[in-house]
């Protein structure tokens, strides 16, 4: 069966965004998609066929997972799903920071790890739970002085950035195998998953960083229902996709 989409009108698209793809590749990807299947209807002029297409909630680089992003008129309530809460999974290596605090640097530093211990570990998790605040990561795209901050940190330099409130409401141990420390989180808009393996090695009393990060849930809407670019691009071509069904 082809799912006929109406994309002027509104689509909410549920995208697993590849590893190594911004977020901006991937709505930009949707967006040369979209425009070639409204161009190919013979109802639809050129003017028409330059429709907004936009994503709620910035995933980086390194991450994978959920991506909400929406068409034609549905962009107008972008900002109300991008403040839905976020569940994710993951992994901390512990023992060691860069500075991007996850993949996209090398290691500056090296701590023991022999210390920890499966308690301290699980400890550091509840500490970390409820409304707390919480510094971003100067490799971010957040505006320092009008200048996106990882611009700034790409140039050796450093800015200040002020902290954050956030809520973490759940944050699950889900595997121990030290130095990696896996997780499942439920948090608020706002929060950095990077910032938070930082302070959790130093919690610890070592270091930690990012290794792995996938986005599972954007308020109701979940991973599982979430289609792969290579499966929408067959949709907009009348072709049936193994996960049709999901939109």
């Not at 799912?3 to 698209?13: S, Y």
């Not at 390194?62 to 993951?90: F, H, M, P, V, W």
């Not at 211990?117 to 100067?138: D, H, N, R």
């Not at 940190?153 to 759940?170: M, Y």
Request: hydrophobic content about 40%; charged content about 25%; glycine content about 8%.
């Amino acid at each position: 069966m082809k799912r006929v989409f109406d994309f002027p009108k509104g689509e909410i698209l549920l995208i697993d965004k590849p590893y190594h793809w911004t977020s901006y590749d991937a709505v930009n990807k949707i967006k040369i998609l979209v425009r070639k299947k409204l161009r190919a209807a013979q109802a639809v002029g050129e003017a028409r066929a330059n429709i907004k297409v936009g994503h709620a909630g910035t995933l980086d680089p390194l991450a994978t997972g959920l991506l909400i992003i929406c068409t034609g008129k549905e962009t107008k309530n972008l900002d109300k799903y991008q403040a839905e809460e976020k569940e994710y999974t993951g992994t901390f290596m512990l023992g060691s920071t860069t500075p991007s605090f996850d993949l996209e640097k090398e290691p500056d530093a090296h701590f023991p790890v022999d210390h920890i211990t499966e308690v301290m570990i699980q400890e550091a998790a509840i500490s970390f739970t409820g409304l707390q605040e919480q510094i971003p990561p100067m490799f971010s795209a957040l505006k320092v002085n009008g200048k996106r901050a990882y611009k700034i940190a790409r140039k050796g330099k450093t800015a200040d950035i002020p902290p954050r409130e956030i809520t973490i409401s759940e944050f699950e141990i889900t595997g121990i195998e030290l130095p990696q420390v896996h997780f499942r989180l439920v948090c608020s808009k706002g929060t950095y998953i990077r910032s938070l393996a930082r302070d959790f090695g130093q919690k610890l009393g070592s270091g930690a960083h990012l290794t792995a990060l996938c986005r599972t849930r954007i308020g109701e809407f979940t991973l599982q229902n979430a289609l792969r670019l290579s499966e929408f691009e067959m949709l907009c071509d009348g072709k049936p996709a193994e996960s049709a069904s999901k939109l």
